[in-house]
C-alpha cells in the first residue's frame, strides 16, 4: 500500500513538475540569493527564425472579459480575465516590430529568477510581426487558431508556432489565462503572478480553459467584437491548439465546443469529461521521447474513444518544451550553461532547440491547412516521410474530414 501511495505521489508531483512551467518558470537561478540582473543594456542581439508562409504578419493585443464567470483563482477578482494576442496576415510590414514581449514582462520573468542578463532582454528580442499593420484578406476568408499555451508559459512562448501560422493566411489568437503563468501584464499596471502553480487542480482548469476559449471564440466571431479586423475570420474554420496545460483544454474544447473543427494537442494529458467521452472530431497528440508515464496513459485511455479522424505522433528526441519559443531562445541567449542538464534534457529533450521548434511549427501549419482548408498536406498525410523523426505512434481515418466541400 505505501509503495503504491509513494509511486502516485511521486507521478503528480512529476504531472505538477511539467504542467507548472518550463525552464525559464522553474529552473533559472545565477547562484544564491536576490536578483542582480541589470536594468538595460548590454544584452546580445537576438531574433526569432523567419516566418513562414507568404503573407506579412501584423499583431495587435486585446484585453478580454468574461462577466458571466468568477475566477477560478481568484474568486475575489469579481470577473475573468484573458490577455490575448492576435497574429494575422497583413498587408504590409508597416508601423514598429512588435516586441516579444512587454518591458514589464520581461523584467518580471528575469528579475524573478535572479539572472545576471539585462531585464529588458526579453522586450529586446525582435519578432516578425508588426503591430496593427492592417489586416489583409477579404471577408471570412482567413481560419482562426486559438493557441493555449503551457501553465507557467505566457502567450508570447508560443509566438513561432503563431506566426508560423499567421504568416500562411491563419488569424491566430494565443490566450494567456489568467493566473496560470507568472508576470502576465493585464490593464492598469497589474501583474498577475501564477496561483494556479504548485496546486493540483489541473483537470479543473482544462474546463476552465476550456471556457476561456469559448469566450474568446465569442469575442471574435461575435457581434461588436474588439478587433476591427475580425470580419476576416471565417467561423466556419475554427482550430485549437495547446501544449501541455494548454493541450488538456484542446481535448475538452473539441468535446464540448461545436464551433471547433480541429485540434493539436503537444505533450499534454487528457482529463475528465475529455478523457472518458472523447471527440468524433479530427485530434492530433504530438508527444516527446520524455513524457511521464501519466501523460501516456491518458492518451492510451482516449485513443479508443477517438471517433474521428485521430493521429498519435512522437518527435524522436523531444523533449516536454520543445514546441514553445524557449529552448531556441536560451540557446540564442548563451543561457544553457547555466541551467541544471537535467532540466534542459526533460524541457528540450536531446534534439536540437531550433529544429524540434522548426518541425512541430510546420506540422501545425500543416495539419490546420489540412484540416481547415481541405487542402492535403503529405506532412500530415504521412509525417515520416517529411521528417523522419516525427513517428506515428497510432493513426486512423488520415484524410481530411473538416473542410472538405466547404467554399474556399
Do not use: K
Not at 512588435?98 to 529568477?113: K, L
Amino acid at each position: 500500500m505505501g509503495g503504491s501511495s509513494g509511486r502516485r505521489g511521486s507521478r503528480h508531483r512529476v504531472l505538477r513538475l511539467l504542467l507548472a512551467g518550463g525552464v525559464m518558470a522553474l529552473s533559472l537561478s545565477a547562484g544564491t540569493g536576490a536578483a542582480t540582473a541589470s536594468p538595460h543594456g548590454g544584452h546580445p542581439t537576438v531574433a526569432l527564425p523567419p516566418a513562414t508562409g507568404p503573407h506579412p504578419i501584423g499583431t495587435t493585443t486585446l484585453h478580454l472579459v468574461d462577466g458571466d464567470r468568477t475566477d477560478l483563482w481568484d474568486p475575489d477578482a469579481g470577473v475573468r480575465e484573458m490577455m490575448v494576442t492576435l497574429w494575422y496576415p497583413a498587408r504590409a510590414e508597416t508601423g514598429r516590430r512588435a516586441p516579444y514581449m512587454s518591458p514589464e514582462e520581461s523584467a518580471a520573468a528575469i528579475g524573478a529568477q535572479g539572472l545576471d542578463i539585462p531585464l529588458d532582454t526579453l522586450s529586446s528580442i525582435g519578432t516578425n510581426a508588426f503591430v496593427d499593420a492592417p489586416v489583409a484578406g477579404a471577408p471570412r476568408s482567413a481560419p482562426l487558431v486559438v493557441l493555449s499555451p503551457g501553465a507557467g508559459f505566457g502567450r508570447a512562448w508560443l509566438t513561432v508556432l503563431a506566426e508560423g501560422l499567421a504568416g500562411n493566411g491563419f488569424v491566430v489568437a494565443g490566450v494567456d489565462h489568467a493566473h496560470e503563468a507568472t508576470g502576465v501584464a493585464f490593464p492598469g499596471g497589474r501583474l498577475l503572478d501564477c496561483l494556479a502553480c504548485g496546486q493540483d487542480r489541473w483537470a479543473e482548469a482544462s474546463l476552465n480553459r476550456a471556457a476561456d476559449i469559448g469566450h474568446v471564440l465569442d469575442s471574435l466571431t461575435g457581434r461588436g467584437a474588439p478587433w476591427s479586423g475580425s470580419y476576416v475570420i471565417d467561423p466556419r474554420r475554427i482550430g485549437v491548439a495547446g501544449h501541455s496545460a494548454g493541450g488538456s483544454a484542446v481535448a475538452e474544447v473539441l468535446r464540448s465546443d461545436p464551433r471547433v473543427d480541429a485540434g493539436i494537442g503537444f505533450d499534454a494529458p487528457v482529463f475528465p469529461p475529455a478523457l472518458d467521452e472523447g471527440t468524433d472530431r479530427p485530434l492530433a497528440m504530438v508527444t516527446s521521447d520524455l513524457s511521464p508515464p501519466l501523460f501516456h496513459d491518458s492518451q492510451e485511455q482516449l485513443w479508443p474513444r477517438l471517433g474521428g479522424w485521430r493521429q498519435w505522433l512522437r518527435l524522436t528526441d523531444s523533449g516536454h518544451s520543445s514546441v514553445t519559443d524557449q529552448g531556441y531562445l536560451i540557446d540564442r541567449l548563451g543561457l544553457r550553461d547555466r541551467l541544471p542538464a537535467e532540466t534542459m534534457a526533460r524541457q528540450f529533450g536531446s534534439l536540437p532547440t531550433d529544429q524540434g521548434l522548426g518541425v512541430l511549427r510546420d506540422y501545425a501549419t500543416a495539419y490546420f491547412t489540412h484540416h481547415l482548408r481541405g487542402e492535403r498536406q503529405e506532412l500530415v498525410v504521412d509525417p515520416p516521410s517529411v521528417h523522419p523523426g516525427l513517428q506515428v505512434v497510432e493513426a486512423a481515418d488520415p484524410e481530411p474530414t473538416v473542410a472538405d466541400g466547404r467554399p474556399q
